[in-house]
């Protein structure tokens, strides 16, 4: 067992790797669902559920100090004890299933959208090998990979969003309900939580972050989420601004659906939504790959294997979320998992072990040291 991080990263690399990992894979899907739970009251939706995201990785970082390890599995050793092996267990089979289906989703989007003539198993079958390839490098190599390219998707988000602006006549449809109902709310918010899935991400890629205390740590964490939470609200109001807040509902994919439409006489090509497209195939396979990642490095470090054994799994990985993939054979099938069942879960599950493990960890370090404070 690892006991200090042996490819540290920078505190850049380690936002931009937190910041891929909790939106970067279904915001193409976004903000269709919110819309359909909650109607005119799902502004309150995003800001609680970018509030709560919030504070739930304030909550994730309170404990790792406390414990040793370069994993979160090997530090929630300390606190769980046996239980870590069920937690780490759900922790994975919700990665592997909210993965697969925004495979199958993402996929299928480009299959109907852009590229009926070419079959669907191409896009499937192209983008796991690559995000295979990527996940089975080491952490220093995934960081630099993340860091050059996720800025780039994040740039070509910003342009054709300054493109889309001129279209947005629907600015009154961006006025939250005054009447607020909290059922819609509740429901909106645990359908869209797997824009915040980010699993074992941050106590894992922190535990690798080159000379920082986790005070800093956990200020990059939170910055990295805020950042997402703003590029939610960016998204919500071009979708919303542009075609009102029934349109999106009747679309499976409104913000392709803005991008592709686009047409910009002036520049060199006329449709520059094509952009987009290169860039969310970039997003997909950077979000999948740092999960993968993740999840293979908290099973090398707990089991002591090999890095030749953690690339095996990392291909493990990948079958099944291609079998997920293929399995979900329509949009319909593939956003069902995501919202009513990978979502409540997921939620659940982070609740309970943001709240239950800075407790476990403040009740262990007192009983070590009885005396202090």
Known sequence: MKSVPIEPISLGQFFLMVAVSVVAGGVYIWPSAVLEDAGLDAPWVIFVSVGLALGLVWLQTLWPPHVEGSSSLTRMQAIWGWARWPLFASTLAIYLGLDGALLA??????????????????FEGSIVL????????????????????????????FLLVAMAAPHLNQMAALRPSSVIALGPIAKALVSTWYLW??????????????????????????????????????IYALVVGTLGPNA?????????????????????????GLFILISWVVALILYEAVALLVLT?????????????????????????????????????????VLAWVDPVALGLTLFTSVLSPLLGWIRHRRIDPFEG
């Open 105 to 122: 989703l993402f996929s299928q989007m480009l299959h109907v959208n852009f590229y009926q003539r070419t079959p669907l198993w191409i």
């Open 197 to 234: 899935v980010q699993g074992e991400v941050i106590v894992t890629l922190g535990s690798y972050v080159r000379g920082a205390p986790w005070s800093t740590i956990r200020h990059w964490a939170l910055g990295a989420i805020a950042f997402e939470g703003l590029m939610l609200i960016l």
């Open 297 to 337: 490095l908290n099973l090398e470090d707990a089991l002591g294997l090999t890095q030749p054994q953690r690339t095996g799994m990392v291909w493990s990985g990948i079958l099944f979320l291609l079998a997920i993939s293929v399995t979900l054979s329509s949009p319909l099938e593939a956003t069902h998992v």
């Open 248 to 272: 999106p509902i009747q679309l499976e994919w409104p913000l392709p659906f803005i991008f592709s439409d686009l047409t910009i006489s002036a520049l060199f090509i006329s449709r520059p």
């Open 130 to 157: 690559v995000i295979g390839w990527m996940a089975s490098k080491s952490v220093s190599q995934v960081a630099r990979n993340v860091q050059f390219w996720f800025p780039l998707t994040i740039a070509s988000l």
